[in-house]
């Protein structure tokens, strides 16, 4: 089944808004997340990552937020801008051990002018 | 610069026709992966390898093949026996341990006409 997966398939923002993705995991010993972007025809990219000995991460307009109580992280987008426009994915790299990538399903977000 | 270089990046095939898609990479990476994204849909595992001349199936690994007879190379074959192959493809690889960042290609779009 899946380890991972976000709460939403479409996030439709305002520019200049912020932008809130959720991805929910199932294995309580996975220790280390990714989130990637992925933009229209192109391949997933790297955005921020995260380990569970830390409950946030902070980069350029970009955080990332971990609760491990409840499984769940977030990534959050600051001033959101047309370019952030793509689909989002948390990944656990290990997958509980395989070391096999693992995505889920993907947000997709839309930003509008 | 180091990469990951998938091609071609459209690809057209028709009924019962073998076609096999290109995946180099020159990061020194161990591990390499072949991931099938449909709209809408998250990344799905065909085949992976985690050194050379090894690999093992992923989750749908039914209709395609792989080879790993180089570190760099890794090619996918879609065969005939694939009954629904029009799809994304994408290509990546990580490091040793695979508990770290996945580099993607830039995929090829496969089209049955």
């Known amino acids: 089944g899946e380890s991972v997966g976000l709460h939403l398939p479409t996030l439709s923002v305002q520019e200049g808004d912020n932008s809130i993705i959720n991805c929910a995991y199932s294995?309580?010993?996975?220790?280390?997340f990714i989130w990637y972007k992925q933009e229209s025809g192109k391949g997933p990219q790297f955005i921020i990552d995260?380990?569970?000995?830390?409950d946030k991460r902070q980069g350029q307009r970009v955080t990332v937020l971990l609760n491990k109580t409840v499984k769940h992280l977030s990534l959050q987008i600051a001033a959101t801008q047309p370019g952030d426009s793509a689909v989002y994915f948390c990944?656990?790299?290990?997958?509980?051990?395989?070391?096999?990538?693992?995505f889920g399903r993907g947000t997709s977000l839309i930003v509008h002018p | 610069d180091g990469g990951i270089t998938q091609s071609p990046k459209y690809l057209f095939r028709k009924e019962g026709q073998n076609v096999t898609l290109s995946c180099e990479q020159n990061?020194?990476?161990?591990?390499m992966y072949w991931y099938r994204q449909d709209p809408g849909q998250g990344l799905r595992l065909i085949y992976y390898?985690?050194?050379?001349?090894?690999?093992q199936k992923g989750d749908i690994a039914e209709g395609y093949s792989v080879s790993r007879e180089k570190k760099e190379s890794f090619p996918l074959t879609v065969t005939s026996a694939q009954k629904n192959p029009t799809a994304f493809y994408l290509c990546?690889?990580?490091?040793?341990?695979?508990?770290?960042?996945?580099?993607f290609g830039q995929g090829t779009r496969l089209t049955v006409v």
């Open positions: 990546a690889s990580t490091s040793t341990g695979g508990n770290t960042e996945a580099f």
């Open positions: 294995n309580s010993a996975s220790d280390y």
């Open positions: 995260i380990r569970s000995n830390m």
């Open positions: 990944a656990d790299p290990a997958s509980g051990g395989s070391y096999i990538p693992t």
């Open positions: 990061l020194n990476h161990d591990a």
């Open positions: 390898s985690q050194i050379v001349n090894d690999f």
